[in-house]
Nanobody, 114 residues
Framework: QVHLAESGGGLVQPGGSLRLSCSVS????????MGWYRQAPGKQREFVGG???????NYVASVEGRFAMSRDNAKNVMYLQMNSLRPEDTAVYYC????????WGQGTQVVVST
């Protein structure tokens, strides 16, 4: 059974940083590309960035240069380091397997506000 668990969200001021974690089980994490997604209030879920099994990353333009993904295949954990946070980054953040959207975790809430 695939299990995805996001953590690390919270309330942060504009310009601040957070690191999100995604712990997974139930599939061969080391062999799969993974992605981070987010859903802001009243908006559709959107792709934020992806990381291949080998660690190559790509990001949407709005977070490029501010967010950084990494993974620890030995621990089955993926990370999203978020710097220079903006109010428009406020959303529930989810991780998932690239190309397979059958399974979703509960997400972790990020609020960027004064």
């Amino acid at each position: 059974q695939v299990h995805l668990a996001e953590s690390g969200g919270g309330l942060v001021q504009p310009g601040g940083s957070l690191r999100l974690s995604c712990s997974v089980s139930g599939f061969d994490f080391s062999a799969r590309a993974m992605g981070w997604y987010r859903q802001a209030p009243g908006k559709q879920r959107e792709f934020v960035g992806g990381i291949t099994s080998g660690g190559t990353t790509n990001y949407v333009a709005s977070v490029e240069g501010r967010f950084a993904m990494s993974r620890d295949n030995a621990k089955n954990v993926m990370y999203l380091q978020m710097n220079s946070l903006r109010p428009e980054d406020t959303a529930v953040y989810y991780c998932n397997i690239v190309g397979d959207t059958r399974f979703w975790g509960q997400g972790t809430q990020v609020v960027v506000s004064t």
